[in-house]
């Protein structure tokens, strides 16, 4: 009886892991269509592979060099994304309406104890009633009224900084003093709130930086996936310490906000609600918030005359102090590390600021649109330092990644942009107009947390500027040359776009992506044409395992008589399958084939044609012959716009399988190089070898390797 008991549970047990493996398996390959970069292993998948300090950093730069577009990504068992990295493919997903958006539970749904049930968390129908209930708070009517407030806040940082300068330090943490900044302005422009909060303000920022720091670190750990573990682990007991600091901040600050509304409103006798809803647009957004709940006149409150509920007011203050704060921080401290980077386009910006400052210290509304080049600049640092790196969606329908469907807008983005670009460009300015910036100490390291940090504070040198160098600074301007840049220390540095394009450039040098076509016969004692896809499947199989991150695709037409090869990889994969192919031409009777030709090397191609790599056989009659009339150039322009054709097929098809159906092979014949024309191509002098290729690769008198020329009319493979 026992025995059968034992049994029956192993059998329950069976099943039950069966039940799961297919379900993952089956999950997966429903993502077989985007390329797959090597996972850890199966169970894992990419768990954990990227990191989110500088080498973490590096590593998803070589991943997006690598993958351009798009990839699948494994995080664990269950949890299975599209990763999504050209803005073309972005785009079209985040302008979905949010009646089919929705935030995930493992990136959105830990900050819920933090964050509570706001908009960041909302989805569907009830992110659409808050949002629009709150988009006011941000109309342009507000945001001039903060003017004043960014001019004061950031001067009397400045005067601090000059105080600092006067005791011989002349290194600061931009981090931390944009931060107290941001705070101070969202406290006094959103949260009619001021000067009662330090010493509280800066246990909230340490607050802040903790709940980011665990929340990264219990997305990597997939035991804490699970609250039950969480929330009894040192971890988990370290957050609810951070929320509960962060909660009673943000509580203290919504309730006496709130008693000086009631005490107005028992001073004055005015109908707070009804006069907030008659003056929507002047209405701070922490009295929106509060007069919405007892509205009764369907004014500040939705269409439904519904306002927000006690819980809801806390959790959209605490997001509003997070989502406001840390990100412009992030923001700002960039934004001054660029430009300390590159001390001519600082200048340029400084020029910019002190002609519309007429020798005093403030801008007005009407001058941020005058600041174009300052604009610039910070587009561009947003560009190159994004402080939010990724977003994560699921949408409860399919959506087309990239294609000529047309997705009716909604509006997924920023509540706050305007105000944040406004406080950007007022503080950019204030500061460039009385300070330079120069590069700190020692390297800064980036550091994802939430938002884009520096591991251990962006520390930057400050020098303030003296009358006699800001009114340099002014002629510079007035003159309207732009000989401003040629100064002695300017020169001395490069421009900081041209570095950090270099930058990007030497690294995505490592990952560039070619296109190798190789033709071959096929050798006459070949047996079996599976032997050739063998010997490519292996050989690819082998690359790909011994080089993390590669991805090799391509398309091996195997005729009766010939190969044509398209392989796109890496530099180090090519050059090793050009090896593998020089081996074979060197050992004429041992490999499968013959008098291998290269058709083409394209060096740094910006997409690739194929998703994976798949082999098709070809028998005689199915493909038509060419034309004996065309000439030589035009055969050759007419194959390799057919293999891109075929490119084409793959995709549309979503095929996906190493062996491509003869059912669809048939359809797609006119698109299918003829074998006459592989053999005419194979017989032109103009080709090169392998053996011949790689002598002049490795020969130091060849320029044109990394030109990333394709092939002249003279010789289609001069590279
Ligand atoms: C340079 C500064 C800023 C950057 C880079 C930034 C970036 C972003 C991004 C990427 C999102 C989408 C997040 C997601 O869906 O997961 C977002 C949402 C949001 N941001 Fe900002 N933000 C900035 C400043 C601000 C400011 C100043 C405020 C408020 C005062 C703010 C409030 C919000 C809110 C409430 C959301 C959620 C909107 C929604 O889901 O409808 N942000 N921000």
């Not at 048939?666 to 032109?684: C, G, H, I, M």
């Amino acid at each position: 009886m026992f025995s059968i008991m034992v049994l029956f549970v192993c059998a329950l047990l069976c099943a039950f892991v069966c039940m799961i493996v297919t379900q993952i398996t089956l999950k997966r390959r429903a993502l077989r269509h985007f390329s797959l970069p090597p996972q850890r292993n199966w169970l894992l998948g990419h768990m954990g592979m990227m990191g989110h300090d500088e080498e973490g950093l590096n590593r998803i730069d070589t991943l997006i060099g690598q993958y351009f577009h798009s990839c699948a990504w494994f995080l664990g068992p269950f949890c299975n994304i599209v990763r999504l990295f050209h803005p073309e493919h972005i785009k079209s997903l985040l302008s979905a309406p949010a009646s089919i958006t929705f935030k995930d539970k493992i990136f959105y749904g830990f900050m819920k104890p933090w964050l509570g049930n706001c908009l960041l968390l909302q989805s569907g129908q009830e992110w659409s009633r808050h949002r629009k209930l709150l988009t006011p708070a941000f109309h342009f009517d507000i945001l001039k009224k903060y003017v004043s407030v960014f001019n004061q806040s950031t001067n009397s940082m400045l005067e601090e900084w000059h105080r600092i300068l006067a005791t011989g330090q002349n290194t600061l943490d931009l981090f931390e003093q944009m931060s107290c900044l941001t705070l101070d302005t969202l406290l006094k422009c959103t949260f009619s709130c001021s000067g009662h909060t330090q010493g509280k303000a800066s246990q909230y920022t340490a607050a802040i930086s903790e709940l980011s720091k665990l929340l990264v670190q219990r997305q990597h750990y997939l035991p804490y996936h699970w609250d039950w573990l969480y929330w009894r682990s040192e971890q988990g007991r370290r957050f609810q310490k951070a929320c509960d600091v962060v909660h009673a901040f943000t509580a203290s600050i919504v309730q006496r906000r709130r008693a000086e509304l009631s005490e107005k409103k028992e001073r004055t006798g005015e109908h707070l609600e009804f006069t907030a809803g008659y003056k929507r647009k002047e209405t701070d957004l922490i009295d929106l918030l509060l007069l919405a709940k007892a509205s009764q006149h369907g004014s500040t409150s939705d269409e439904k005359g519904e306002g927000l509920t006690n819980e809801e007011i806390q959790a959209h203050a605490d997001m509003f102090m997070f989502a406001g704060h840390d990100s412009t921080t992030s923001a700002l401290s960039w934004i001054f590390y660029n430009l300390a980077m590159n001390p001519d386009h600082q200048e340029r910006c400084r020029a910019e600021a002190r002609s519309l400052m007429h020798g005093g210290h403030t801008l007005s509304w009407e001058d941020l649109s005058q600041l174009s080049f300052t604009t610039m600049c910070i587009k561009e640092s947003l560009r190159l330092h994004s402080p939010v790196l990724a977003l994560t969606r699921f949408y409860s329908q399919a959506m087309s990644t990239p294609g000529n469907r047309i997705i009716p807008p909604g509006c997924l983005n920023c509540i706050g942009q305007n105000f944040a670009m406004a406080e950007m460009k007022m503080v950019v300015a204030l500061i460039l107009s009385r300070f330079q910036i120069f590069p700190g100490p020692g390297p800064v390291r980036r550091l994802y947390q939430l938002v884009l940090r520096a591991e251990g504070g962006m520390n930057l040198c400050i020098k303030a500027i003296n009358e006699s160098e800001s009114s340099k600074s002014n002629r510079y301007h007035h003159t309207q040359t732009p000989t401003f840049m040629a100064g002695r220390d300017l020169q001395e540095h490069e421009s900081m776009f041209s570095r950090l394009m270099e930058r990007h450039r030497s690294k995505r040098k490592r990952f560039l992506l070619h296109r190798l076509v190789v033709l071959s016969r096929l050798s006459p004692g070949l047996e079996d044409r599976s032997t050739v896809a063998g010997h490519f499947e292996k050989l690819n199989l082998r690359l790909q395992r011994s080089r993390p991150g590669e991805d090799i695709t391509g398309l091996l037409l195997l005729y009766p008589q010939h190969t044509l090869h398209a392989t796109e990889c890496s530099t180090e994969t090519l050059l090793l399958i050009l090896e593998d192919l020089k081996n074979m031409e060197e050992t004429p009777h041992g490999g499968p084939l013959l008098n291998p030709k290269i058709l083409l090397v394209s060096h740094d191609i910006p997409t690739r044609h194929f998703q994976s790599w798949s082999h098709v056989f070809l028998n005689q009659g199915q493909v038509p012959p060419h034309t004996l009339e065309q000439g030589l150039e035009e055969v050759l322009k007419h194959t390799l716009n057919q293999i891109q054709r075929l490119g084409l097929h793959l995709r549309n098809h979503a095929v996906n399988s190493p062996v491509i159906p003869d059912e669809l092979v048939k359809d797609w014949s006119n698109d299918l190089p003829p074998e006459t024309a592989v053999s005419r191509l194979l017989q032109t002098e103009m080709l090169l070898s392998p053996v011949h290729y790689m002598a002049i690769y490795h020969s130091p008198q060849h320029q044109h390797l990394d030109s990333g020329h394709v092939f002249s009319s003279a010789r289609p493979s001069a590279v």
